[in-house]
């Protein structure tokens, strides 16, 4: 069976530090992967997705990037943390397009302080 | 670009009574998905619907797909405790996915 892997749950980092968050699926390949960003109460921001390795489409230009060095590993990095991008980061991946499901990993809950 | 609007964003309901969630597109959906996710927790999806009109059941959940497929709606009848949390829906069809702005709903005991 499928499984997703994000971590870590928690991370407190001061502004200017960089950033590194890893998410890898197990049991399935050439997933689709997403990363997105929810702020407290509030909606799901899309920040990257990725159809392949090396293919990374951004929705948000800000300081942040993703990669994709291997099929099922998908990273969200940062040279210098924001404050403004504190919140909960989800990676999630599903099966190629059309009317499959997406699955979520358990998030990451980034606090820049 | 695609642009998905939920409404209500927040409702508070006493626990038996019903709520409904609406989901609005400005362009066309190709399906629709919806997801729930639990304070603290990570969006769960809960189902799909294809077809313009479509209809489906979960116990005390009632999805509709509108007939132009520009809408959709999530009800639930007397609600519970167990029903708190954020309803979210999704176009898929495409490698991009957005998601709806949400619906926080809090039931009171």
């Known amino acids: 069976s499928q499984t997703i892997h994000q971590w870590p749950a928690t991370l407190v980092q001061p502004v200017g530090s960089p950033l590194s968050l890893e998410c890898t699926v197990e049991?399935?390949?050439?997933?689709?992967l997403y990363w997105y960003r929810q702020a407290a109460g509030r909606g799901l921001q899309l920040l990257f997705y990725s159809v392949g390795i090396g293919q990374i489409s951004s929705e948000v230009p800000q300081n942040l990037s993703a990669s994709r060095p291997q099929d099922r590993q998908f990273i969200l990095s940062s040279k210098k943390l924001l404050l403004s991008d504190s919140g909960f980061y989800l990676c999630?991946?599903?099966?190629?397009?059309?009317?499959?499901?997406?699955?979520f990993g358990s998030g990451t809950q980034l606090s820049v302080l | 670009g695609q642009q998905v609007m939920q409404i209500p964003q927040y409702q508070h309901v006493q626990e038996g009574e019903d709520f409904t969630t609406y989901c609005n597109s400005s362009?066309?959906?190709?399906?629709i998905q919806w997801y729930k996710q639990r304070p603290g927790g990570h969006p769960v999806f809960l189902i799909q619907l294809v077809k313009s009109g479509e209809v489906k059941k979960q116990k005390r959940l009632t999805f509709q797909f509108g007939e132009a497929k520009k809408n959709s709606s999530l009800h639930i009848t007397a609600t519970q405790t167990t029903d708190v949390g954020t309803y979210f829906c999704m176009n898929t069809g495409f490698q991009k996915l957005v998601f709806g702005t949400g619906t926080r709903l809090l039931v009171s005991p």
């Open positions: 049991g399935t390949s050439n997933p689709n």
């Open positions: 362009t066309t959906l190709s399906n």
């Open positions: 999630a991946w599903r099966v190629g397009m059309g009317p499959e499901k997406l699955f």
